[in-house]
C-alpha cells in the first residue's frame, strides 16, 4: 500500500513534505525546548503544519478554524498564562524523578506507534461504506458540505457544545477568581 | 494523483507519538496541556484523512466539534494551572502529591 511509485504529482509530494517537516520540528520542538514561550512558539508551527495538511485534503474551513482558533486563540491563551505567571522560569529537564521513566515512556510510545502503523499497513480499512453522511464536493472545500452536516445531523451535540463552552468560560472564571478573604469577613 | 492516504496516517501516528512521549516525560503542567494538544491534533488529520479515503464528510464535522472540545479543556486547565500556582508558586506536577497514600 505504501510502495513508493512516480505517479505522484510532485505539487501534492512537494504540500505533504512541507506539512510533515512543519509538523515534525514543531512538536519535536514543544517537547524539547526547556522555555514555556518557545514550547508555544513550537506549538504555533506545528498547528500551522496541520492546516496545511488539511488544506491540501479539501478541507479549508477546518483549516482556517485551525489558525483562528488553535494558533490565534488557544496559543495566545497559554501565552498569557506564561506570562501571568512568571514561569518563563527554565524546567531541569534531564532530572529523572522516577528512575526509568523515560526509557520507559519511549518504549511505550515505539510499541503504541508501530501498531498503529501495523494497523494501518495490514487492514482493509477502505472496504467499508463510503459517503455514509454526505458526499464531498467534487471539486475543492467542503463547506457548504460541512455546514450542512453540522446543523442538521449533528445538530444536537452542535447545541451540546454551546453549553460546554459556557460551563467552561463559567468553570475558569471561578478557578482564576482570587479569593478575598477580607471582603467576605465585611459582607458577613 | 494525489499522495496516499496512508502518508498522512503515518505523519499523524508520529505526531501522536511525540506528543505521548512528551506528556509522561515532562513534568510542567503547561507543557503537559501543550502535549495534549498535539496528541489531540494528530487525531484531528488521522479524522480529516479518512474523511477524505471514505467520501464522508462526517469526519470533518467530528473534527469541528474535537475542536470546541479542546479549547474548553485548554480554558478549564489553564484556569487550574492558575489556581495552582497561586497556592504552591510552581507549575510542576511533582509538587502535587497531596493524594499520595
Known amino acids: ?188 | 494523483m494525489n499522495v496516499p492516504a496512508a502518508w498522512y496516517l503515518i505523519l499523524a501516528a508520529g505526531l501522536f507519538g511525540i506528543g505521548a512521549f512528551g506528556l509522561l516525560t515532562r513534568r510542567s503542567a503547561l507543557i503537559m496541556f501543550m502535549c495534549i494538544e498535539l496528541m489531540l491534533n494528530a487525531v484531528n488529520l488521522t479524522f480529516v484523512t479518512f474523511s477524505r479515503t471514505l467520501n464522508d464528510i462526517s469526519g470533518q464535522a467530528i473534527v469541528f466539534f474535537v475542536m470546541v472540545v479542546a479549547a474548553a479543556e485548554v480554558t478549564v486547565g489553564l484556569g487550574i494551572v492558575v489556581a495552582v500556582f497561586r497556592r504552591r508558586s510552581s507549575t510542576s506536577v511533582d509538587e502535587l502529591s497531596e493524594m499520595k497514600g
Open chain 1, 1 to 188: 500500500m505504501i510502495a513508493l511509485s512516480h505517479a505522484y504529482s510532485i505539487p501534492s509530494v512537494l504540500v505533504f513534505v512541507t506539512s510533515a517537516l512543519l509538523i515534525l520540528i514543531g512538536a519535536i520542538g514543544v517537547i524539547s525546548v526547556k522555555n514555556p514561550v518557545h514550547a508555544a512558539l513550537c506549538l504555533i508551527m506545528t498547528l500551522i503544519g496541520v492546516a496545511v495538511a488539511f488544506v491540501a485534503q479539501s478541507a479549508d474551513f477546518l483549516a482556517a478554524v485551525q489558525i483562528i482558533v488553535y494558533a490565534g486563540a488557544i496559543v495566545v491563551l497559554f501565552l498569557f498564562v506564561i506570562m501571568f505567571l512568571g514561569v518563563d522560569r527554565r524546567e531541569h529537564i534531564h532530572f529523572e524523578p522516577l528512575v526509568g521513566q523515560r526509557a520507559f515512556a519511549g518504549v511505550g510510545v515505539v510499541i503504541t506507534v508501530a501498531g498503529l502503523i501495523t494497523l494501518m499497513a495490514r487492514s482493509h480499512w477502505v472496504s467499508g461504506a463510503t459517503s455514509v453522511t454526505t458526499k464531498l464536493s467534487s471539486g475543492n472545500g467542503n463547506v457548504r458540505q460541512l455546514g450542512t452536516a453540522v446543523f442538521t445531523t449533528y445538530l444536537f451535540a452542535f447545541e451540546a457544545t454551546a453549553a460546554l463552552l459556557i460551563i467552561a468560560v463559567v468553570g475558569a472564571v471561578l478557578l482564576a477568581r482570587r479569593e478575598r478573604p477580607s471582603q467576605n469577613e465585611e459582607s458577613a
